[in-house]
């Protein structure tokens, strides 16, 4: 389990879904289990799990448990399938946005410039858009403003441009066919850097994944309970900022309504005013914890 992924804020996370021994959680992001085997030793007999993962090789993780359910969907159809399981209510709801430490060390499915492979980031393998069909079949256009918004890369517009000059010649498939383009965008001092914004872009857009947050995030308050506890952990800015406006608002814009008396119209309470980060010993023990920001919400 350890070598699919590590979790991130581990203790933390789980601690801020401040754990009823008879309460129903989900882990929309089961991946490897950590997150979700440390919920199943806070609950009682009567207590209630249900782990969601899109992609069919977290399922070898799977907790043989009679109080855990495992659900392959995206977490975008959290209300249908808990409503399928004829859950109207959960007391805890976590999410660790993170892509697992297994993508990016598989070599076969395109998530890190480190190995040559096809371009095809899909975290569910029977979606049927890859990157290689976005970089081969969307306009210029499209494809700057997909580096300039999930990228934030401020040559999107040379990036995309260069993009379809080499379509032209042959088809882009391969990840070392995507590194010749972007070679000459990329400063050696921040090569990493570049490229890590222009695979997350492409990941983003293959997996739909702000609008997949988005929806969780209203399904989620609707399914709470009073007291209930949102656990949310992010780990870019685009992710983050979702996750910020809406704890803040009730609403992805981060729009605050107020009623007559100036109170803000919101059905949840923020529980750690300061965004919570992994130690400095965490971080030198999984490098990859760096990026993650923890935010908490209580539903009143």
Do not use: C, W
Request: proline share 2%; charged share 30%.
């Amino acid at each position: 389990m350890t070598d699919y992924h590590i979790p991130a804020l581990l203790h933390e996370s789980i601690e801020g879904l401040d754990i009823k021994p008879d309460g129903t959680y989900v882990d929309v992001t089961f991946g490897g289990g950590g997150h979700s085997k440390e919920i199943l030793s806070r609950l009682g007999e009567n207590g209630k799990l249900f782990g969601f993962d899109q992609d069919e090789e977290a399922y070898e993780n799977v907790l043989h448990d009679n109080r855990f359910d495992f659900v392959r969907s995206n977490f975008r159809y959290l209300n249908n399938f808990l409503q399928y399981y004829q859950v109207e209510k959960v007391d805890g709801i976590l999410a660790d946005l993170g892509v697992s430490s297994h993508h990016f060390d598989d070599e076969t499915r395109g998530f890190s410039f480190r190995y040559d492979s096809q371009l095809d980031m899909r975290m569910n393998q029977s979606a049927k858009q890859t990157a290689t069909d976005i970089l081969n079949n969307y306009e210029e256009d499209d494809l700057s403003k997909l580096f300039y918004h999930y990228g934030e890369l401020r040559l999107s517009r040379k990036i995309a441009s260069a993009i379809v000059f080499e379509r032209q010649k042959k088809p882009i498939t391969t990840v070392n066919e995507f590194l010749e383009i972007m070679d000459r965008f990329t400063q050696r001092d921040k090569e990493k850097k570049i490229l890590a914004q222009a695979f997350q872009a492409l990941r983003i857009e293959v997996n739909q994944e702000l609008d997949a947050l988005s929806e969780m995030l209203q399904q989620s308050v609707e399914l709470l309970t009073l007291g209930g506890r949102l656990s949310v952990i992010s780990y870019h800015s685009l992710e983050d900022r979702i996750v910020k406006n809406f704890f803040r608002s009730g609403n992805i814009q981060g729009n605050i309504e107020k009623d007559f008396y100036g109170n803000p119209l919101t059905n949840l309470k923020i529980i750690n005013r300061k965004v919570i980060i992994p130690t400095e010993e965490e971080q030198r023990l999984n490098p990859r914890s760096r990026s993650a920001k923890l935010r908490i919400a209580e539903k009143i």
